[in-house]
């Protein structure tokens, strides 16, 4: 049990560990990154997300609630709602600012524009320590659809489409004047939140285990929600662009042949 507690602890640190080396990039490069390679690792992160969201989440929410009472799509479908909504009322609520955007979203504040920014990154992170928190939680429970393996495929998909997140966060902050060693601290602190979400997440499913298929499916819903707010308008400012499309295919791919084939 030690060893497995030990696993699922470096588990949950490893997407943290990718916003980490992407902000340290801050260190390499001496160029904010491109616009087309930005679309890019967008694209890649969509793609991720949403093949995590199918094969890590809803596939297994939808397995974990056969054989019950209610029906088998009843606490998937109800999950996922529940993570848009979630993530809806969040977005109303916390005062934030999307990249290029002209106006703030959330209730008013006075924070400044570099805060705003970091507080957009780190609140559509939250979905992302959930996801990986709620299948962990379901390896310690002994859930047969749950292998270590596949959780730990899930934290280094996170990890990868994390990767650039990290340094799309620090190299503006840079480039706006922001100093090397802040811009990383920043750039790395919008990706704390995961690990913090997941082992919230943990926690509750041990109280209540009987509700891991709604976690596991509102988590998705949570991640789908970043997706199609954020993401997927930031891929189609400055007009259609095909490298946006290739990165979310490779990013879909990537994710599901590790979700399948480690699973």
């Not at 990154?33 to 679309?39: H, N, P, T, V």
């Not at 060693?181 to 979400?197: N, Q, R, W, Y």
């Amino acid at each position: 049990m030690t060893n497995m507690t030990t696993d699922v602890f470096l588990g949950l640190l490893i997407p943290f560990a990718g916003t980490t080396m992407g902000a340290a990039m801050i260190f390499v490069l001496r160029r904010e990154i491109s616009a087309r390679l930005q679309k890019l690792l967008l694209g890649f992160a969509s793609g991720v997300m949403i093949a995590a969201s199918v094969w890590s989440l809803l596939i297994p929410a939808i397995e974990q609630s056969k054989g019950g009472k209610l029906p088998e799509w009843l606490p998937a479908a109800a999950g996922f709602l529940l993570g848009i909504g979630f993530l809806l009322a969040l977005d109303s609520v916390i005062p934030h600012l999307h990249k290029n955007a002209e106006q703030a979203e959330g209730l008013p504040s006075r924070a400044g524009k570099n805060t705003m920014l970091l507080l957009a990154v780190t609140l559509h992170n939250i979905p992302e320590g959930m996801a990986v928190g709620v299948v962990f939680a379901g390896v310690l429970a002994g859930t047969a659809e749950m292998s270590m393996t596949a959780a730990l495929a899930l934290s280094i998909g996170i990890a990868l489409q994390n990767f650039p997140e990290g340094a799309i966060v620090s190299m503006p902050l840079k480039a706006a004047g922001m100093k090397r060693d802040k811009a990383f601290l920043c750039g790395t602190l919008s990706g704390a939140v995961e690990p913090i979400a997941a082992l919230i997440t943990i926690i509750l499913t041990a109280i209540m285990m009987p509700v891991l298929p709604y976690l596991l499916a509102f988590a998705a819903g949570a991640m789908l929600y970043v997706v199609v707010e954020e993401l997927i308008p930031e891929l189609q400012e400055g007009g259609h662009s095909n490298i946006g499309i290739i990165g979310t295919a490779a990013g879909f791919v990537l994710m599901m042949v590790l979700d399948v084939a480690l699973g």
